[in-house]
């Protein structure tokens, strides 16, 4: 089966869903797990531009990529899987292109990430990070969404 699997991490329920179906996956298996937490420091510079400590909210940032990584090892290991963790930082790059690099670097065969399935206009306005490791990256990725309620 698979023997490395990417899983990016950035807190949202998404995300949850995608690190559990890596899990899943990797059950049973001789699988790693590569959770990465990419900290995009450009988006604070821009939300954050009247926020006097910048290296504060940095700082921060740091902090809570540093506690979901160790949150989502602390998950994968409950249910017997092998996990490493990735914290990465950015400027002037997009998420999906770490994404993308960090997969090919550790000699990952999937990349398992959460989508939030958007459609029409506000995907194109919020753009999608997972759409461009889909239509760019080398290695295959599994897309999982929110569950839907049932009616």
């Known amino acids: 089966m698979y023997q490395k699997i990417l899983v990016p991490l950035?807190?949202?329920?998404?995300?949850?869903?995608?690190?559990?179906?890596a899990i899943k996956l990797?059950?049973?298996?001789?699988t790693t797990l590569y959770l990465l937490h990419v900290v995009n420091d450009f988006v604070m510079i821009v939300e954050m531009s009247a926020v006097v400590n910048y290296q504060e909210m940095l700082d921060r940032s740091r902090q809570f990529?540093?506690?979901l990584l160790s949150k989502a090892k602390n998950t994968a290991a409950s249910a017997g899987v092998q996990a490493e963790t990735l914290l990465?930082?950015?400027t002037n790059k997009?998420?999906?292109?770490?994404?993308n690099d960090e997969a090919v670097q550790a000699g990952c065969d999937l990349i398992v990430m959460g989508t939030h399935g958007?459609?029409?206009?506000s995907r194109l306005t919020l753009g999608s990070e997972a759409e461009v490791v889909v239509r760019s990256c080398p290695v295959p990725?599994?897309?999982?969404?929110?569950?839907?309620?049932?009616t």
């Open 10 to 21: 950035d807190g949202s329920p998404t995300a949850d869903r995608g690190l559990h179906e």
């Open 26 to 30: 990797a059950t049973g298996q001789k």
């Open 65 to 67: 990529g540093e506690d």
């Open 88 to 90: 990465r930082e950015i």
């Open 94 to 99: 997009r998420i999906a292109e770490v994404i």
């Open 118 to 121: 958007r459609r029409g206009f």
């Open 141 to 150: 990725v599994l897309m999982v969404r929110m569950e839907t309620p049932k």
